[in-house]
């Protein structure tokens, strides 16, 4: 298992070496002069050169990739070019807004997503499947930029019920997380309803059924065990796309988060801070499918690493 | 399976009725399925309006502007109503189909097409072509898509033609892995081997006998991913970063229309009917697509 692990994390090594290069010469692959864009516009020749001097990019390209290289490594990226701060402490900042904007979104979306795929399995083909896989359905299907405006009006414009915007209290979290879960939920239930349907066809279900087991035994303690196995790998991934999808989450409810700092870093040219926040997400997102894969590992003893 | 074919075909020719063949066997499964068909029949509508809207709009969608009628609601004059501007909600509705569509169908066709051909090369020779694709795709899946595409966006600049390509290539990936896979499986049955010993070339046993098995899988996959393009590509239009006023783009409407919820409504519900319709249709034609080709293709 600790093998298998190292194994892993070894095997990581190349794709964030990749990764990293990629991010670096993003700033190269910009549209005119990165020291120019870091100078501002109304700067002089004169202080575009020291830019260029003080920000290294007068060296050669492989001595930059060092440089960048080792900042990154020590979570350094130099400093935003709007606000003039660091970007660690930018990062820092709107880090947590983020981390439980998703952590909730997730908590719900995987809680109802199971439910309704394990009652649409189980009454399958009769109404609780059909309602279930229509909301389903209509949940991959309706964009969340505009669910979070739908909800936004009914909720917190019309009825008053929560505030429209601000992360002060849990009141705030509820529109924000409903819509960015919302296509996860729907996945996780269609995903589920498969699985389910799959197991609940095998011959140890049926041979539960044959000894006399009641229903709902046959389904939670048989069935369920077998068929979460796949949900959870496809948990693992939905990380990810909530980390996408926190980005247009945090512009309709002006979240201060991630997400809305990346949008307005891309508005504003603010390279240091895109480079820094497209690692940060690769990251997690690596780290994330890595942990899924263990997981996985130790709720399916079928899986023997090698 | 091949003999199952074989033998309901001879049985069905014996008692004089017609053959089937594969394409009769999938469209009998698929007429069942009368969701998927009407999800079909919708999906063809929507292109022949997007091909058509620009003789059948009532008012010139990005020309016209009705300036005693700003925020109007729906009338018989208007459709949809009248946006901020005084502009007529229906016409944009209906020129924006054209993009939409375009914008999925062409971004996901560009990341089948590589993504296929890939796959084919990485499954067939594996060995260090199979490591080099595969690689890429690790490094392409290490974004989450829409990341992805406001990278290229903020490299490229805004814009639909950049969003478009952003969008290709994160459709490359699914495309290349699902068509690997395949392959691995596929290269190693009795009939590509009987090909290579009648001394068939690589080119040929690849295109004529592994690409037909492969195609099924694609074409369920292809109409999924092209609702979720379109969504990625209203996504990122909303984010100010595709599609560019006064553009009649759905996702840059809604942005538009946030500033006018409260005047306003129409302005926001009519384009995001018109994405949620159009993504569920695709949607629900895949559905019926994997159900009627493949049921044990699963969706990602």
């Known amino acids: 298992m600790t093998q298998y692990v190292l194994k892993r994390l070894a095997g990581l090594v190349p794709t964030l070496f990749a990764i990293g290069v990629l991010v670096f010469l993003f700033v190269h692959l910009l549209p005119g002069d990165p020291a120019r864009l870091a100078a501002g516009p109304d700067a002089t020749p004169e202080t ?135 296509a996860v939920a729907a996945i996780m239930a269609r995903f589920t309803r498969s699985s389910f349907v799959d197991i609940l066809g095998e011959d140890f279900v049926r041979t539960a059924r044959a000894k006399g087991l009641d229903e709902r035994r046959v389904v939670i303690k048989h069935a369920m065990r077998n068929a979460l196995i796949p949900v959870v790998t496809m948990m693992g991934l939905q990380f990810g796309f909530l980390l996408g999808g926190s980005i247009v989450v945090e512009k309709v409810f002006n979240w201060p988060g991630l997400g809305r700092l990346l949008v307005d870093a891309v508005d504003m040219r603010d390279y240091p801070v895109i480079q820094a926040l497209v690692l940060l997400f690769s990251l997690e997102f690596i780290v994330i499918n890595l942990a899924v894969d263990v997981l996985y590992g130790l709720i399916n003893p079928a899986i023997r690493y090698r | 399976m091949g003999s199952s074919i074989l033998r309901s075909a001879t049985d069905d020719a014996a008692s004089g009725e017609r053959v089937r063949t594969p394409w009769s066997e999938f469209s009998r499964k698929f007429r069942r399925q009368k969701v998927a068909v009407a999800a079909g029949v919708f999906v063809v509508l929507l292109v022949v309006v997007a091909v058509a809207a620009p003789w059948i709009v009532p008012y010139n969608a990005e020309t016209y502007f009705d300036y005693d009628a700003l925020n109007a609601p729906p009338s018989l004059a208007h459709l949809f109503g009248v946006d901020s501007l005084g502009r007529d909600i229906f016409s944009r509705i209906l020129m924006g189909a054209r993009i939409s569509l375009a914008a999925g169908f062409i971004s996901v066709a560009a990341g089948a097409v590589i993504g296929t051909l890939l796959g084919l090369v990485a499954g067939y020779y594996e060995g260090w072509a199979d490591r080099i694709v595969m690689r890429i795709c690790d490094v392409l899946f290490a974004f989450p898509g829409i990341l992805l595409a406001i990278g290229i966006v903020a490299i490229l600049g805004g814009g639909m033609a950049n969003v478009i390509a952003a969008v290709a290539i994160f459709s490359v990936p699914t495309f290349a892995r699902l068509v690997r896979g395949n392959t691995l499986g596929l290269k190693h049955l009795t009939f590509v081997e009987a090909a290579r010993s009648l001394g068939a070339s690589d080119r040929t046993i690849v295109l004529r006998h592994i690409l037909p098995g492969t195609i099924s899988a694609v074409v369920v996959y292809f109409s999924l991913r092209i609702g979720t393009s379109i969504i990625t590509a209203a996504s990122l239009s909303f984010l100010g970063m595709g599609a560019q006023p006064p553009t009649p783009e759905w996702g840059a409407m809604l942005d538009a229309a946030r500033s006018d919820m409260l005047v306003a409504p129409h302005e926001a519900i009519f384009p995001a009917l018109a994405i949620f319709l159009t993504v569920l249709a695709f949607n629900l034609l895949g559905d019926g697509l994997r159900d009627a080709l493949d049921p044990k293709i699963e969706r990602v």
């Open chain 1, 48 to 182: 575009v050169a020291l830019v260029r001097k003080d920000l290294g990019l007068d060296r050669p390209i492989a001595q930059q990739f060092v440089r960048f290289a080792d900042g990154a490594l020590h979570w350094n990226f130099g400093r935003s070019l709007s606000t003039k701060r660091a970007v660690a402490e930018e990062i820092a900042e709107r880090f947590m807004p983020t981390f439980w904007l998703t952590v909730w979104s997730m908590a719900w979306s995987v809680v109802f997503g199971m439910a309704i795929g394990i009652a649409s399995a189980v009454w399958r083909n009769r109404w609780p499947d059909r309602l279930g896989m229509t909301l389903a359905v209509s949940g991959i299907s309706f964009p969340a930029f505009a669910l979070g405006m739908v909800l936004m009006q009914v909720f917190a414009v019309d009825l008053g019920w929560v505030p429209a915007v601000g992360n002060d209290s849990w009141r705030g979290y509820v529109l924000p997380s409903l819509t960015l879960g919302a």
